[in-house]
């Protein structure tokens, strides 16, 4: 089993940058591929990126792709997601999840309890 703990949310201008990270426990960290998921307030919680175990593979949502850059530290137990030229429309919850290497919220075992990005323009 993983616990998974999010931070480095928070508000910041259009055009900013944010570093997300997500702790993990367990020693079982680097057997998971982790994902990055938000929910913006009245909307369904949406994919963002993945990161297979070694680090090796990432995917990105068609809308951050070019912006956001997310990378793991295996021996730290922790993946990041870098976040730079942000725009008010990601504004959301972000979340992070381990489970299977997909797009689909079914595909991770294992949510963080999110934490908040607020973008003002």
């Known amino acids: 089993q993983v616990q998974l703990e999010e931070s480095g949310g928070g508000l910041v201008q259009a055009g900013g940058s944010l570093r997300l990270s997500c702790a993990a426990s367990g020693r079982t960290f680097s057997s998971y591929a982790m994902g990055w998921f938000r929910q913006a307030p009245g909307k369904e919680r949406e994919f963002v990126a993945r990161?297979?175990?070694?680090?090796?593979?990432?995917y990105y949502a068609d809308s951050v792709r070019g912006r956001f850059t997310t990378s793991r530290d295996n021996a730290k137990n922790t993946v990041y997601l870098q976040m730079n030229s942000l725009k008010p429309e990601d504004t959301a919850v972000y979340f992070c999840?381990?489970?299977?290497?997909?797009?689909?919220?079914?595909?991770?075992?294992?949510w963080g309890q999110g934490t908040q990005v607020t973008v003002s323009s």
């Open positions: 999840a381990a489970g299977k290497y997909g797009s689909s919220i079914s595909g991770y075992d294992y």
């Open positions: 990161i297979n175990r070694s680090g090796g593979t990432t």
